[in-house]
Nanobody
Framework: VQLQASGGGFVQAGGSLRLSCAAS????????MGWFRQAPGQEREFVAT????????YYADSVKGRFTISRDNAKNTVYLQMNSLKPEDTAVYYC??????????????????WGQGTQVTVYS
C-alpha cells in the first residue's frame, strides 16, 4: 500500500488549501485514515481522523471549525480542507492509514502506512 499526499503550498494567513491523500496498491483496506503534522523541532501531532466505512470524524481542538476531513471511497482518497489558516498551522502534513478496527485514530503509533508528507507554509 502506498499513500501519496499532495496539495501543500505557500499561503497567506486566512487563506485555504486542500490536501489530498491517494491510496494505491493491489488491495487497499483501512478502517481509519488520519492526518498528522510536524513543525520544525516539534513532535508529530494529530490533526484529524475519519473512519472509511461510517465517515465519522474527529479533530484536534486546534483545527476544529477550520479544517474538514473527508473521503472518496471510490477513489481511495482522503482530503483535508484547511480554511482560515494561521501561521501556526505551518508544518509538514502526513496522511496515514490504520488497518486495525476499533482503535482511537488519535495516536500515530496506531497507523500502519504513511504518506511522504506535504509542506504547508502559512505566512502573515
Amino acid at each position: 500500500v502506498q499513500l501519496q499526499a499532495s496539495g501543500g503550498g505557500f499561503v497567506q494567513a486566512g487563506g485555504s488549501l486542500r490536501l489530498s491523500c491517494a491510496a494505491s496498491g493491489r488491495t487497499f483496506s483501512a478502517h481509519t485514515m488520519g492526518w498528522f503534522r510536524q513543525a520544525p523541532g516539534q513532535e508529530r501531532e494529530f490533526v484529524a481522523t475519519i473512519r472509511w466505512s461510517s465517515g465519522s470524524t474527529y479533530y484536534a481542538d486546534s483545527v476544529k471549525g477550520r479544517f474538514t476531513i473527508s473521503r472518496d471511497n471510490a477513489k481511495n482518497t482522503v482530503y483535508l480542507q484547511m480554511n482560515s489558516l494561521k501561521p501556526e498551522d505551518t508544518a509538514v502534513y502526513y496522511c496515514a492509514a490504520d488497518r486495525t478496527p476499533n482503535r482511537s485514530g488519535l495516536n500515530s503509533e496506531e497507523y500502519d502506512y504513511w504518506g511522504q508528507g506535504t509542506q504547508v507554509t502559512v505566512y502573515s
